[in-house]
């Protein structure tokens, strides 16, 4: 964990870059040519992200199966879905909406009052990962732990605005409460128990966090990206996207999607500890984010992961002769240490624990 200390170079706010009116990006956000967005192909804007109707879970029997069907094939065919009437109130988004983009918005030195550091992610941040010399994203963040209790410190949240902590705890419960269902709908969806994947991830004693996504303007969006391509490490990632810019891609084989956020939805995805519990009969599927040049952009991933001591291995019911275990047991305290120390790879780590795998 030594190498978790500190930043390996001073850390630049994107934002600050942003605003000084730089009309080419310094090399540390250049990608390599392989890595940038394609202006021919950067993946056409589309809604064929699955948009699932969650109303019908409350409904009779047949409109229940049909969900969980539904859930099911978006999970084995995209490992991304956008969900509506979801039962998360639109007050409640438009609010955590406005308190993040004020936080923003604020006078540098109030945010650095929260500048994070690289053992725990939580604050003010512009980076992810320690490798000196790194190629960054164009974007900053701020990180914040929900659950369990025993680690959430409000004092580490924004002050200002003045609603802020208030209005992330009741966000956080009432997602908190959404991937719960998600969780039961997944686990029915596989054949398995109801209760069997939220027992895998801990029982109540699970975790979650948020990351709150803030994409300054680019003067040469072509070459960079807001956060490069990556699978989520965690179980399943809700998120909030932008109410008027597009930037989310979606690996689709060989092409990147852009999703088109449907108003009022959020966007699901599974995450590594899904794949791995499941035995990759749902997969987590690599994303990316672009930036702009006209138009600053925010989002919200709400992040809903295992208890961070629990092994989390193949369910036993999953594995079969036709289908052995693929993937050796890790933690999540270990597993996230990757991304930590080298940032988003892809799907470099879930794919070393199958290389890694019990034969």
Known sequence: MDCLQGWPQPVVRVQALSDSGLMTIPDLYVKPPAERPSVGNGGAVTSDIPVIELGGLAEGAAECRATIR??????????????????????LVARVREVWRAFFHLPMEEKQAYANDPKTYEGYGSRLGVEKGAILDWGDYFFLHLLPESIKNQNKWPALPSSCRETVQEYADELAKLCGTLMKVLSISLGLDVEQLQTAFGGDAVGACLRVNYYPTCPQPELTLGLSAHSDPGGLTILLADDYVKGLQVRRGDDWVTVQPIPGAFIVNIGDQIEVLSNAVYRSVEHRVLVNAAQERLSLAFFYNPRSDVAIAPVSKLVTPERPQLYRPMTFDEYRLYIRKKGPKGKTQVASLKAQSVN
């Open 70 to 91: 539904a859930v099911a094939d978006a999970c084995s065919e995209w490992g991304f879905f956008q969900v509506v009437n979801h039962g998360v109130s639109p007050d």
